[in-house]
């Protein structure tokens, strides 16, 4: 394992997405309402991922109703 110099934020954002053209959009919806919600929160910690509020871009009228409702208790 390499370990970088303390003086180097070795910090990384990763994002989620549901792609329009999913080949599997139910599946892709039920992995994003199990990361934003409780359990899949405990097991990011559980590794050391530290989660922060969530931010959309793109057309937020597009976002399931059952994501939606995981990103505003998020807030």
Same mark, same amino acid.
């Given at each position: 394992? &390499?370990? @970088? +110099?303390?003086?180097? /934020? =070795?910090? #990384? $954002?990763?994002?989620?997405?549901?792609?329009?053209?999913?080949?599997? @959009?139910?599946? #892709?919806? $039920?992995?994003? $309402?199990?990361?934003?919600?409780?359990?899949?929160? =405990?097991?990011?910690?559980?590794?050391?991922?530290? *989660?922060?509020? +969530?931010? &959309?871009?793109? /057309? #937020? #009228? &597009?976002? @399931? *109703?059952?994501?939606?409702?995981?990103? &505003? $208790?998020?807030?």
């Amino acid at each position: 394992m &390499v370990k @970088p +110099p303390s003086e180097i /934020d =070795a910090k #990384a $954002r990763y994002t989620i997405s549901i792609l329009n053209n999913s080949a599997n @959009p139910a599946g #892709a919806e $039920r992995f994003v $309402r199990f990361l934003l919600g409780s359990e899949g929160q =405990a097991l990011l910690q559980q590794h050391g991922l530290e *989660a922060v509020a +969530p931010t &959309v871009s793109g /057309d #937020a #009228a &597009v976002i @399931p *109703a059952t994501i939606q409702s995981l990103l &505003v $208790r998020a807030q």
